[in-house]
């Protein structure tokens, strides 16, 4: 036999020796519904982009401004008044996974883009450059698009300290109001 072969044969019969069948099969269960139950998490859309900026140039203005095209659906404080930048959180706080959309047209290109409107939690609040603009929220029982509630739920720490602005991509087409 081959030297895999021997060494899984080994581990095989190692396993055999400490573990009950019953017990292995509840193992192999917990991981198959844990990982069934993945995609059912709360929205995560931009943990991964949290890096690095979007690249999408906007109008000229001010990103720490509320009105600031970017931030037509946002309900908090500004992160670029805070140390961060409209796609980063300031230092010594982390981006929540769990998010809020909106949908904001840039006038410098006139298209529509899904915003991804991201918590940084972990510090206290900022206290600068407060903005609350609520175009196409929903009613909290759309909780994904409504803004009234506290983010930081999927932090390590649930203490809220500003909001950024990530471009999720281009809308394709507009949802009509219900």
């Not at 998010?99 to 298209?111: F, L, S, V």
Request: charged share 20%.
């Amino acid at each position: 036999m081959s030297r895999l072969d021997n060494w899984f044969e080994g581990i095989t019969r190692e396993s055999a020796r400490r573990v009950s069948r019953r017990s292995w099969v509840s193992r192999l269960g917990a991981v198959l519904v844990g990982g069934a139950a993945v995609p059912l998490l709360p929205v995560a859309r931009a943990a991964e982009r949290a890096a690095s900026p979007d690249g999408i140039a906007g109008a000229e203005g001010d990103p720490s401004s509320c009105q600031y095209w970017r931030h037509c659906a946002i309900d908090g404080f500004l992160c670029t008044c805070c140390g961060g930048s409209h796609s980063a959180c300031p230092p010594g706080t982390e981006m929540s996974p769990v998010t809020w959309i909106g949908t904001c047209r840039n006038p410098k290109d006139g298209q529509d883009y899904i915003i991804s409107y991201n918590d940084c939690c972990g510090k206290t609040i900022c206290g600068r450059c407060l903005c609350n603009r609520n175009e196409g929220e929903r009613p909290l029982y759309h909780w994904y698009r409504n803004n009234d509630l506290n983010w930081c739920g999927g932090a390590k720490l649930q203490t809220y300290n500003c909001s950024t602005a990530l471009v999720v991509k281009v809308a394709k087409e507009a949802q009509p109001e219900k």
